[in-house]
């Protein structure tokens, strides 16, 4: 009998954790590559923003905080949602990339930008990142809450790292 509620057990789907938060530094991440991404066009020589890639084309609706944003990132185009971890739909596997910069610059530039950037950008990017901490410890409340303590350990393993299965 104590077989079968094991077998009971392991057919249960456990869905996984809710993603973990964006740190001050992921969140500084995002407004800069937007940034770079919609303002910079010293890549092209034509002035338009370069790439011919619009950006913003799978925006299906449009962050409404912009004015709570510091000075520099106000008249960014971002989608709602823009500093929740897996609020965007999967990208395509074959969706064209921008070409404007390469990934090593643009984590180079962003880095050295976060070095630079002033208080009122730390203190942003510091607040929406506490608040997303606090959404995630919420979530992570209502999870463990319907699906037990050690469901939230054992949805981000292998199967073969769970522990306790022989195989």
């Avoid at 905080?65 to 609020?87: C, M, N």
Wanted: charged share 40%.
């Amino acid at each position: 009998m104590a077989s079968s509620d094991a077998d009971d057990r392991s057919d249960r789907v456990i869905p996984p954790k809710p993603p973990r938060p964006f740190t001050e530094y992921h969140v500084f991440f995002q407004l800069e590559r937007n940034y770079i991404l919609q303002h910079d066009d010293s890549k092209s020589g034509d002035g338009d923003g370069g790439g011919g890639v619009d950006t913003t084309a799978d925006f299906e609706d449009v962050d409404p905080h912009s004015a709570s944003r510091p000075p520099r990132y106000r008249s960014l185009i971002l989608p709602r949602g823009w500093h929740t971890k897996g609020s965007r739909p999967k990208r395509r596997s074959r969706r064209r990339t921008h070409g404007r910069v390469s990934f090593v610059d643009l984590t180079k530039r962003i880095s050295r930008r976060w070095k630079e950037a002033d208080v009122v950008t730390r203190d942003y990017c510091r607040d929406v990142a506490r608040g997303e901490l606090r959404r995630y410890r919420e979530e992570m409340k209502d999870y463990v809450e319907r699906y037990g303590e050690g469901a939230g350990r054992a949805a981000g393993k292998r199967p073969d790292e769970r522990g306790g299965e022989e195989e």
